[in-house]
């Protein structure tokens, strides 16, 4: 049995509804930045809101209003920390119910039922919990540590781009990243993302509808990402190697 019973497979409940919509937002603007720049009329506000970081460079004039809303990607540590705390909570409250058998909070209930999910339901506590595991827990397991392994050496990778061998930042050029999954695709880091998210589908049993939706919302954002990230490599390193895709190995 998986451990969570929602509502039916094809019932499109608001919280489905909107990675749908997310999802269909994304595919269509990476469609938008595969046809020929001269068939589209430019819009320079549209194009500053799909680009962060060196992407942005080679883009058309940006509006002062968007230059004002610029802010370092260190200040991005607000969503890590809500992110621990949060999700910190929901896996306090899971262990809670999976090995002790207490109860939900009653806010926690309502906000799923709103949310679409007509039931809430956990495997039985107690000794008999590790003799539950099926297979595709163990794969997905599997799959997440091993995609957050090389997640972890493509992000030391880049960062080792801009420091000397004592570990000092010495500049802040772009470079080429060489190694692991890096000699195959731009973006590698974009594309271990993708894979922790596939492993916990995985986890689910496979049949999770609302949870495929986000990991095919964070398929198309993903790919859009390094798709800009793979134009902006090929337009500024006459070197750039030619077999490496922007996103996935050999297809794209």
């Known amino acids: 049995m998986a451990p969570w019973a929602g509502a039916e497979l094809s019932a499109l409940n608001p919280l489905r509804a909107v990675w749908l919509t997310l999802a269909g937002a994304f595919l269509l ?8 720049s001269g068939l589209l009329p430019g819009c320079a ?6 680009r962060y970081g060196k992407t942005k460079e080679g883009a058309p004039s940006r509006p002062a209003a968007c230059r004002a809303f610029d802010v370092p990607k260190r200040y991005f540590s607000h969503f890590y920390i809500i992110s621990v705390l949060w999700n910190g909570f929901l896996l306090w409250s899971l262990t ?7 109860p939900f909070p009653n806010w926690l209930h309502h906000l799923l ?12 506590v107690g000794k008999n919990l590790l003799m539950q595991a099926r297979w595709f827990h163990i794969l ?14 493509c992000h030391v990778i880049l960062g080792n781009l801009r420091k000397n061998k004592a ?26 993302e993708l894979m922790i998210y596939i492993s916990m589908a995985v986890t689910f049993g496979f049949h999770n509808l609302t949870w495929w939706l986000v990991v095919t919302y964070v398929f198309f954002s993903q790919a859009l990402s390094a798709f800009l990230s793979h134009k902006f490599y090929k337009s500024k390193f006459v070197s750039y190697p030619k077999h490496r895709k922007a996103f996935l190995p050999f297809l794209f």
Request: net charge neutral.
């Open 96 to 102: 809670q119910s999976l090995f002790v058998g207490a």
């Open 167 to 192: 570990g000092v930042v010495i500049h802040c050029n772009h470079r080429i990243p060489f190694g692991d999954w890096f000699e195959y695709v731009s973006s590698p880091n974009y594309l271990a």
């Open 140 to 153: 997905g397991m599997m799959m997440f540590i091993w995609s957050s392994v090389h997640q972890y050496k």
């Open 29 to 36: 603007t990476l469609l938008l930045q595969l046809v020929p």
């Open 113 to 124: 039922r709103i949310l679409g999910a007509a039931q809430f339901q956990v495997y039985v």
């Open 45 to 50: 506000l549209f194009q500053d809101l799909i």
